[in-house]
């Protein structure tokens, strides 16, 4: 057995990357929960530009995942993948009557 590839662990790329990868799973196993309901996505776009939008949730994919903004009369698609969830360039929220609740943060 090759200890490099015992489960799923690289020794030459280190321990950083067997931590992330089980990180992104379970940012994507959150955002499968929440499909279909209402969010507040909040996207860093550098240089102190937030943008701040509520949308549903549509699709999980295998590395991004798809919101339908809400806007007055405009349907609009946006899609993020995980890791800009696990850097924190996009913050999502869950919108609840009662309060708000961040998913997928870690």
């Known amino acids: 057995m090759d200890i490099e590839s015992h489960s799923g662990f690289n020794l030459r790329k280190g321990r950083s ?3 992330r990868q089980t990180t992104l799973a379970e940012i ?3 955002l499968e929960a929440c499909r279909g309901q209402r969010l507040r996505l909040e996207a860093h776009r550098g240089r102190h530009k937030v943008i701040v939008r509520e ?8 590395n991004v995942f798809t919101i339908r903004l809400i806007d007055d009369d405009t349907v609009k698609r946006v899609s993020y993948s995980y890791s800009d969830v696990l850097t924190k360039t996009v913050e999502i929220s869950l919108c609840d009557d009662e309060e708000e609740r961040k998913i997928a943060c870690r």
């Open 17 to 19: 990357q067997a931590v």
């Open 28 to 30: 994507r196993r959150d």
């Open 55 to 62: 949308g549903v949730l549509e699709q999980t994919y295998p």
